[in-house]
């Protein structure tokens, strides 16, 4: 390697760790911003916060790391312009992808890495960390109670509060609880109201009280008599104070790493998500050939087919078969065509939604599987967009490059974003959606790369003055 080459690789590498870790830092404060909530107040180790921090950093490389490049890219090559060190090269023959070289080698390295990145290890660390939240939500059940919405504590309580106070949150205000009968496990048959509420527990113990104060015992009584169970029994009480003992032996016996059953798009690799989406694609047109012949049998087509009519047992002058039958069964027929209808309706209504999910969970396992390799890409091609562009603006440092770097990152994410949402529901295809941005940016890098090399601006305003002028010349003359 040249030491010209090595100089460029060493400024652009020291450059692209820094930025990487000056992002990558920034993105995980935000990421514990967002998940505050889980980790506060349950008296984790630090450790297990370490280890949350760990397993969610992965997927925060597909935003760090095109934006380090297009950052680094802008940097670097707008430092080299604006000391003029590009024209010290070109004045020794050295153009500007020659001088770009040991980069792009570099980046093209960074390219496939990020793709083995984004295939093995950040499914890995998406299953870790899912797994890790789910076990961290088990931590003091007392924060699992969240204000003005129900929260499941253990098989057979479901609470809503809507306030909590105390040091630990363990006085609670309007509370209303469901509660679940062993023997019956669909259909909350119990509910409680109660104005206030304490939680209590010793220390070690694998029993939480909550004890109610001032509230009504409401339950549907349950009858196995048809006779009694068509007089709809129900019991109220009212009560001073009542205690309800939960056990909490599964939430005591917490184990941090205990692998649940979670699964979804993000944790499988290029393979898997290949399988799966055959899977569910084969799923999906059977379903949807099941449910079309179900609904061909149910609105009873299928009986008319061997159905032969007599034509010299019909009148010759009528105007709809209704009028063979007497008023009494023409309007028993048109009530039956019209239950008949609205049923198929209501089903199809109901189907829609499954159907819409069915192919919602598809296009997201598409759009998983096509990420693994537009994240390489993204990264070839932002750096053929930042490079030229700082050479041509020529101002280095974390000023204007900065400001540039995330205008024009913003542009490729949201665009990026709004794609991907169209594509879920089925607007857009995936694949389209997926490549949309990078491929907007493609010309764009080229459009740079050669106005960089032919030593133009990004816009030629004597040029374009020029032409205006010409063209008030020519209307005059013409005039």
């Not at 080698?105 to 499914?123: D, E, M, Q, S």
């Not at 690799?269 to 999906?284: A, C, G, H, P, Q």
């Not at 009528?318 to 609205?342: V, W």
């Not at 816009?459 to 020519?474: A, C, E, H, P, T």
């Amino acid at each position: 390697m040249k030491i010209l080459d090595r100089y460029i690789l060493v400024t652009f590498l020291k450059t692209f760790i820094s930025v990487f870790i000056i992002l990558m830092f920034i993105f995980v404060l935000q990421t514990i911003w967002l998940y505050i909530s889980e980790l506060a107040g349950k008296d984790l180790d630090f450790w297990i916060v370490m280890k949350f921090l760990w397993f969610v950093s992965p997927r925060l490389i597909p935003l760090v790391l095109p934006l380090t490049v297009l950052v680094t890219s802008l940097m670097v090559f707008g430092s080299f312009a604006e000391k003029y060190e590009f024209a010290a090269m070109k004045s020794t023959g050295i153009s500007l992808q020659r001088a770009m070289g040991s980069v792009i080698g570099f980046i093209g390295i960074l390219a496939i890495t990020a793709f083995f990145f984004a295939n093995n290890v950040i499914p890995y660390s998406e299953y870790k960390w899912q797994n890790l939240r789910r076990n961290i939500s088990q931590f003091k059940p007392s924060m699992v109670i969240a204000e003005g919405q129900f929260s499941q504590i253990g098989d057979l309580f479901n609470i809503k509060v809507e306030k909590k106070t105390g040091d630990r949150g363990q006085f609670l205000e309007d509370v209303v609880i469901h509660k679940k009968n062993e023997d019956r496990p669909t259909g909350n048959f119990t509910v409680i109201i109660a104005n206030k509420g304490e939680l209590a527990s010793e220390e070690g113990s694998n029993t939480l009280s909550l004890i109610l104060k001032e509230g009504n015992y409401y339950e549907e009584i349950q009858s196995k008599k048809p006779a009694t169970k068509k007089r709809e029994p129900f019991a109220k009480s009212y009560f001073e104070e009542y205690s309800i003992n939960i056990d909490l032996t599964e939430l005591n016996e917490k184990d941090i790493d205990k692998d649940n059953n979670i699964d979804n798009q993000n944790m499988y690799n290029s393979s898997e998500l290949r399988v799966e989406i055959d899977s569910l694609s084969k799923s999906y047109s059977k379903d949807i050939e099941s449910y079309t012949k179900n609904m061909y049998y149910r609105s009873g087509i299928e009986k008319f087919n061997d159905i032969r009519v007599d034509d010299s047992s019909v009148p010759p002058a009528i105007n709809s078969i209704l009028e063979i039958y007497n008023p009494t069964h023409q309007h028993q027929i048109i009530k039956l065509a019209l239950n008949n209808a609205k049923g198929t309706v209501q089903a199809i209504d109901a189907k829609k939604v499954e159907f819409r999910n069915k192919t919602k969970r598809l296009n997201k396992t598409e759009i998983a599987l096509h990420e693994k390799y537009v994240l390489g890409f993204a990264c070839i091609i932002l750096f053929f967009v930042g490079a030229p562009l700082g050479a041509i603006i020529r101002k280095g440092g974390m000023g204007l490059p900065m400001v540039v770097a995330i205008l024009l990152f913003l542009t490729y994410h949201f665009i990026g974003i709004f794609a991907k949402n169209s594509a879920e529901d089925g607007t857009m295809h995936p694949f389209i959606a997926t490549w949309l941005s990078t491929a907007i940016m493609f010309p764009l890098s080229i459009w740079l790369t050669y106005r960089a090399t032919t030593d133009q601006g990004i816009f030629d305003f004597d040029s374009f003055i020029q032409r205006i002028g010409r063209l008030f010349n020519f209307i005059k003359k013409k005039k």
